[in-house]
């Protein structure tokens, strides 16, 4: 789909890539910070804008002075953030790293505007992603955007036909998803080894003795003066509303509804995403989301507890749980079928995963055995996932990012959805034809009911090639025996 898109507007440097085939079959590697490439020229680099320069960007500059200083394939061309400390103390670490001083300005539209960048990374809080996304598109750049895509479910769909009309490369910073497992289990899924799958569970715990976010710390020289309120507030376009200047809204704005949405999308959307990516599986129809503050009473708005069921159409169901406030004591995370079950632990730096066999008197197969699958994985998976976008950009081909704005749509779908379900009381539907959401009613269940009466087939993940493979039910004779006596008739004799 990706590759077939309308690529009009400014094309990005792919010129500059080597054309030889071992240069092609590098790209492919999994540790591309053990690759060798060959030098660029500085008029060849790829000039990146970084829009949002806080915590988290960090690591993303750091990985871009990587690549700009060896193999020169980039180039750290302008920073932009509302608070001057960020901004200052960003462009300084630049040049002292690469020896070049990149511009400096408040106004991301200044980024946008100007021909001469090839691609943005926006680190900005959630509720500026969708705008500042859809206006770099629309600009002709390249887009890393960080997790969560977006900050309601309707602008997660809005990115995503913005990024399709685009042409553009565009990878949402969930960089678990550049880890080789979930490719390996999603396969392995594929072709029948896990048999019918069921359920996948997630998690995300963590503690503190000071309250999640609040470790973000609040400065004396964090004032109006200092900081463009108005424009971290973006009130005048309709993000959030006018409200005091407050420090711990600017630093800690995770625990606020305003600006992002607690572990819900700060935590949940990274294990989602990776089930997703490992399932094969995208949109949910149903989802229900439960929790609440029952431990961290600081003035924070965003639960502490929390947990999001998704029913997918596929007839699998996604969990990912949590607390703030428990750290020792989580669950694994795993993904479940009828023939076994694939676990992973707990964290992200997975590297392979457990198969789990059931018991053959129920799969009706001796040959299914449990074992140890290993996998590679990176280094680092922030520098492997910035790195898979450069190489996508360079190539022009938004096919080969690891976490698409469609993967990044139906996670953010998933726990948007989930968090608007905790707040608002109610249970929520998604359809994917439509590309539409609305409170739900009772046809989830009853299509189910359907389907069992009717003794239908199963349905199984995206890509699914194994046919019947641990999808069957072996009833006993007796079963024979079930059904209405019509007419005082009896069902086994008719």
């Not at 400390?85 to 790293?97: C, H, L, N, S």
């Not at 129809?285 to 999001?308: H, K, L, N, Q």
């Not at 055995?369 to 922030?382: A, F, L, Q």
């Amino acid at each position: 789909m990706k590759n077939s898109e309308n690529k009009s507007g400014p094309v990005s440097r792919r010129d500059f890539i080597q054309t030889s085939a071992a240069a092609t079959a590098a790209a492919a590697v999994v540790a591309p910070a053990a690759r060798a490439r060959a030098a660029v020229a500085a008029n060849e680099r790829l000039r990146i804008g970084f829009i949002g320069v806080g915590g988290r960007c960090q690591e993303h500059v750091n990985s871009a002075i990587q690549l700009q200083n060896n193999p020169g394939s980039v180039e750290c061309a302008v920073v932009c953030d509302v608070f001057n400390e960020y901004r200052d103390g960003t462009a300084r670490k630049i040049e002292e790293k690469t020896g070049k001083a990149p511009t400096k300005t408040g106004d991301y539209r200044d980024i946008i505007n100007d021909p001469s960048i090839d691609a943005v990374v926006i680190a900005t809080p959630d509720h500026w992603h969708a705008k500042q996304t859809i206006d770099a598109l629309s600009a002709g750049k390249h887009v890393y955007c960080e997790k969560p895509m977006t900050h309601t479910v309707q602008e997660a769909l809005d990115v995503h036909k913005a990024w399709k009309e685009s042409g553009k490369v565009m990878q949402v910073g969930v960089q678990s998803t550049s880890l080789p497992v979930w490719k390996k289990v999603n396969e392995d899924i594929r072709g029948g080894k896990l048999g019918k799958v069921l359920q996948y569970q997630t998690e995300y715990y963590r503690n503190s003795s000071m309250g999640q976010w609040r470790y973000y710390t609040l400065t004396p020289a964090m004032t109006p003066k200092n900081i463009d309120w108005d424009t971290f507030l973006g009130h005048e376009q309709g993000l959030a509303p006018k409200q005091a200047f407050d420090r711990a809204k600017f630093a800690q704005w995770r625990c606020y509804w305003d600006f992002g949405s607690g572990l819900y999308t700060d935590l949940f959307v990274h294990r989602t995403t990776s089930m997703l990516t490992a399932t094969g599986l995208r949109f949910p129809g149903r989802v229900v989301g439960a929790g609440g503050i029952f431990f961290e009473y600081d003035g924070r708005e965003a639960p502490d507890v929390a947990t999001v069921a998704a029913d997918f159409p596929e007839g699998v169901q996604g969990l990912a749980t949590a607390t703030m406030c428990c750290s020792n004591t989580p669950i694994k995370q795993l993904i479940r079928g009828h023939n076994g079950s694939a676990v992973f632990g707990t964290g992200e730096e997975f590297t392979g995963y457990d198969f789990v066999a059931e018991r053959p008197q129920v799969t009706m197969n001796s040959k299914i055995k449990s074992e140890r699958v290993d996998v590679t994985r990176p280094e680092s998976t922030t520098f492997a996932h910035f790195d898979n976008f450069v190489e996508a950009v360079l190539a022009d081909d938004p096919a080969m990012v690891n976490c698409d704005p469609e993967l990044g749509a139906a996670a953010m779908v998933i726990v948007k959805l989930g968090a608007m379900s905790y707040r608002n009381g109610k249970v929520y539907h998604f359809d994917r034809d439509t590309m539409t959401f609305g409170t739900g009613d009772s046809s989830w269940a009853k299509q189910w009911e359907e389907m069992s009466y009717a003794h239908a087939a199963p349905r199984h993940v995206p890509g699914w090639t194994a046919g019947d493979t641990g999808s069957k039910l072996y009833p006993e004779d007796y079963q024979k025996l079930a059904g209405p006596w019509t007419n005082g008739v009896d069902p086994a004799q008719s």
